[in-house]
């Protein structure tokens, strides 16, 4: 059975730092791509961050510059580390794994995958 597990989510200060992490079992996403979603209170989930199976990653305009995405093949993991968060940032985080295809995209329905979600919280 695969699972995605995300970790890592908290509150925290407007300014502040996460790091989110997502382990996955079950099966090797070594040579797929791989992305974080979030969805706001009353809102559509929306892509974030993706990477794909080399590593070049992807991001939405409001995470370039402060978010960074990273993988460690050997431990079947994925990662986001936030920066310089801020309110808008608060939001469920979902990590999701496409069992094909080493590329990324922001589309919801290109990933098989899909972990239960972390909660972040900024304050301001």
């Known amino acids: 059975q695969v699972q995605l597990v995300e970790s890592g989510g908290g509150l925290v200060q407007a300014g502040g730092s996460l790091t989110l992490s997502c382990a996955a079992s079950?099966?090797?996403?070594?040579?797929?791509?791989m992305g974080w979603f979030r969805q706001a209170p009353g809102k559509e989930r929306q892509f974030v961050a993706g990477?794909?199976?080399?590593?070049?990653?992807y991001y939405t305009n409001s995470a370039k510059g402060r978010f960074t995405i990273s993988r460690d093949n050997a431990k079947n993991t994925v990662y986001l580390q936030m920066n310089s968060l801020k309110p808008e940032d608060t939001a469920v985080y979902y990590c999701a794994a496409k069992s094909l295809g080493l590329l990324v995209t922001s589309t919801e329905s290109d990933y098989d995958y899909w972990g239960q979600g972390t909660q972040v919280t900024v304050s301001s």
């Open positions: 990477i794909t199976r080399s590593s070049g990653s």
């Open positions: 079950g099966r090797t996403f070594s040579s797929t791509g």
